[in-house]
Structures are given as structure tokens and as C-alpha cells.
């Protein structure tokens, strides 16, 4: 039924309720599982979405902004590798992938250029309003995705 499963994950609280929903589907569907972590200023997550843009110019806010982006993605590198392992200790084939953009467009793009017939993601449950406001991956995935989309409520 779903052979390939892509599975967003973040950084935040929900990540592992995510990761055993796919690790769940994955062992009944016989699945195999590809964690997608997305790198990205607009998440909350990341150093940089707090950056202080007035400060730009300072040097050395330049240097520590850097180190905190780079210490983000390998510690992101990390975690993905850390439940890439687990699912295979579970005997699941898997991989995973970090890769930079708009999160939305790239869990998209990723799905459809690896040919998954599920994407597996969380959804925050953020108010009509605020999604207004701020936009949401979630929405931005069910609308625009060529499969079916699990969420998993924050």
C-alpha cells in the first residue's frame, strides 16, 4: 500500500510523536522510510529565526550567528542519523536528507522526485488566524502534494 514513506521532521516536541507514526506505518506497510529534515529561517527552531536583523553589519554577531547555524545543522544531521538507525534496527530499509528552502515547497518537491506514496508530518494546530498570519507547511502540503498526507497533532 505505501511502499516509500517520506517523513518531515523538525525539531520541535512533536519530532518523535512523528517519527514513531512513521516507524509504526513503516512496519505494517513493510515500508520504506526517507527522514526529511528541512533547513530554514522560517521555522522557530532554527538560531537564525531570531537573528537580530538591525545588527547585520557587526561582525562578530555575523560569526556567532554563523556558528550557531552550522552547531543547528550538524546536531540536525544528527538526529536524523540517530532515527535512520533506529528504524533499521527495527528492520526497515531508510535514509534521510537535509536540505535548505521553503519547507512546504521542498517536502513536495522531495516526495514527488522520490516517488513516496505517503508523507508522514506534524501539524501544530495553529488557529485559522495565526495560519493567516503565518502561513502553514501542513496546509501547504495537503494542498499541493501528489500523495497522502498523514499529520500528526501537536
Known amino acids: 500500500m505505501y511502499d516509500k514513506i517520506l517523513v ?16 509504526y ?4 506497510c513493510h515500508s ?9 529561517q ?8 531570531f537573528a537580530p536583523y538591525s ?4 561582525t562578530e554577531i555575523i560569526k556567532e550567528l554563523q556558528h550557531q547555524w552550522e552547531k543547528y545543522k550538524q546536531e540536525s544531521i544528527e538526529m536524523l542519523q540517530y532515527w535512520t538507525n533506529q528504524a533499521k534496527d527495527q528492520g526497515l530499509k531508510a535514509e534521510f536528507n537535509q536540505i535548505y528552502g521553503h519547507p512546504g515547497t521542498i517536502i513536495c ?20 488566524v495565526s495560519e ?10 495537503i494542498h499541493r502534494s501528489h500523495c497522502a498526507v498523514h499529520l500528526v497533532q501537536f
Not at 32 to 40: A, C, I, R, T
Not at 55 to 58: A, I, N, Q, R
Not at 121 to 126: A, D, E, S, V, Y
Not at 132 to 138: A, H, K, Y
Open 32 to 40: 520504506q522510510l526517507n527522514f526529511l529534515h528541512v533547513l530554514s
Open 132 to 141: 493567516l498570519l503565518l502561513g502553514s507547511v501542513s496546509s501547504y502540503v
Open 109 to 128: 518537491q522531495q516526495a514527488q522526485e522520490w516517488g513516496a506514496n505517503l508523507i508522514v508530518m506534524g501539524r501544530r494546530g495553529h488557529s485559522t
Open 42 to 49: 522560517e521555522t522557530t527552531e532554527t538560531p537564525l529565526s
Open 25 to 28: 506505518l513503516g512496519k505494517n
Open 55 to 58: 545588527f547585520t553589519y557587526d
Open 8 to 23: 518531515s521532521l523538525d525539531r520541535s516536541p512533536i519530532a518523535q510523536s512523528v517519527f514513531e507514526t512513521a516507524l
